[in-house]
Structure formats: structure tokens, C-alpha cells
């Protein structure tokens, strides 16, 4: 079955320092990839995607590129605002037929962006 | 923009009580997702709908039950809820007839149950 392993937090780092987020998935096909964010009492919210290999998603200064040699989709942001600070949620997303894509989530990792 | 509506916000039941979530979806999206996180746990799917009819499942207990109703929305019924049952649920939408990968999912802020 498919399933995504990500980081274990919490993380916490100073504002302006690099973000490095690991994700690594398994999956049975060519799944497409994603990372959620979830700020404190609200929803999911998708930050980025990428649906095939070496895809590049990318929003709000964070990237994450999609590598199949690797079966990983590390987030990265170049410098972290207090802002970030959230739950950011791994994700692959597969064809099940009937129109049903199902989200396989990893385990979150909690971020915290101390000023 | 319309995004995912769901209701009620928060919800607070006793042991055994019965509970119904709506989710009223993007208008023209066929397909509904649910979604249960518990405390500090990743989201975890349930149950969803294509057009009306189930069209995937997942851990959804046998206490729970859901449809997908003519104006697309769906609803979750609850019922012997347990403490365990305590969890944000998140419904999901999606255009009709998702073609490729590139299909599109919103979700919803989600519902607060607390089963005391």
C-alpha cells in the first residue's frame, strides 16, 4: 500500500533560517505529490504540488521537488518568517477509479519560527 | 472565491449520542472527500463520493454512515459515539470527472467533534 514518511518534529528554528522539511513516500504507480499546511484551529490548506517527476512545486518561497530515483519531495524555504510556524503534512495522492483520488498523509511536523 | 463549507464548526456530544456533519461543497465539484484527524495525528481517509454513489472507502467504522445528496452535499452520521470519536473531520471537494493528476482538492476548515 502506499504510504508517506516525513520528518518527525517539532522543529524549531530562528527567523531567516533555512528549512529543510524530509518526505519520503512509497507508493504502487506514478502518484502525484503534495505538502499541506495547517495553521493553529484551522483547515488543510495545500501549499504546494507536483505531479510527475522532477516537477518543482513552489509558493510563498517554499519549494519541494518531486524525485522518483529517490521517492522523496523534500520541502525547503530559504528563510522562515514567524508566520510559517504550522503543521506541514507530506501527501501522495493516486487514481483508485471512479473518480476517487485518495490523499495518503504522513504524520505532520510541527514547525515553530521563534522571532 | 466559494470554498468548502462545513457544519457545525464545533460540535460537542456525549458518549453514545449521535452526531451529523455537513459539507457543502465548491459548486460544480462532483466528488466529496471525509477526512478524520485526531489530536496531533495526520488526517485519515473515511469515505468518499463520486457523483452521488460511494465511490471509495477507507477507515470508516460501521457506527458511521454517509451519502452524497442530489445538491452534492454530503453528510456524515455519527451515531454510538465513542470518546474516541473526539477528532477535527475534514470534508474535501473536487471538480467532476477528474481527468488527469492535475485535479484539483479544497478542503473545508473542518468540524470540531468532542465526544465527552
Known amino acids: 500500500g502506499n504510504s508517506v514518511t516525513q520528518m518527525e518534529g517539532p522543529v524549531t528554528l530562528s527567523e531567516e533560517a533555512f528549512l529543510t522539511i524530509n518526505c519520503t513516500y512509497t507508493?504502487?504507480?506514478?502518484?502525484?505529490l503534495f505538502w499541506y499546511v495547517q495553521y493553529p484551529g484551522e483547515g488543510l490548506q495545500l501549499l504546494l504540488k507536483?505531479?510527475?517527476?522532477?516537477d518543482k512545486g513552489s509558493n510563498k518561497g517554499f519549494e519541494a521537488t518531486y524525485r522518483k530515483e529517490t521517492t522523496s519531495f523534500h520541502l525547503e524555504k530559504g528563510s522562515v518568517q514567524v508566520s510559517d510556524s504550522a503543521v506541514y503534512f507530506c501527501?501522495?495522492?493516486?487514481?483508485?477509479?471512479?473518480?476517487?483520488?485518495?490523499?495518503?498523509f504522513g504524520k505532520g511536523t510541527k514547525l515553530s519560527v521563534i522571532p | 472565491a466559494a470554498g468548502v463549507i462545513q457544519s457545525p464548526r464545533h460540535l460537542i456530544k456525549e458518549k453514545r449520542e449521535t452526531a451529523t456533519l455537513k459539507c457543502y461543497p465548491i459548486?460544480?465539484?462532483?466528488?466529496v472527500y471525509w477526512y478524520q484527524q485526531g489530536p496531533g495525528q495526520d488526517p485519515q481517509f473515511l469515505i468518499s463520493?463520486?457523483?452521488?454513489?460511494?465511490?471509495d472507502k477507507g477507515s470508516i467504522p460501521d457506527r458511521f454512515s454517509a451519502q452524497q445528496f442530489s445538491d452534492y452535499h454530503s453528510e456524515l452520521n455519527m451515531s454510538s459515539l465513542e470518546l474516541g470519536d473526539s477528532a477535527l473531520y475534514f470534508c474535501?471537494?473536487?471538480?467532476?470527472?477528474?481527468?488527469?493528476?492535475?485535479?484539483?482538492?479544497?478542503f473545508g476548515s473542518g468540524t470540531q467533534l468532542s465526544v465527552l
Open positions: 474535501a471537494s473536487s471538480p467532476a470527472r477528474p481527468q488527469t493528476d492535475n485535479e484539483k482538492l479544497f
Open positions: 507508493a504502487t504507480g506514478y502518484p502525484s
Open positions: 507536483a505531479t510527475k517527476a522532477d
Open positions: 501527501a501522495l495522492r493516486e487514481y483508485s477509479g471512479a473518480g476517487s483520488y485518495q490523499l495518503t
Open positions: 459548486p460544480r465539484h462532483d466528488t
Open positions: 463520493f463520486y457523483e452521488k454513489m460511494q465511490s
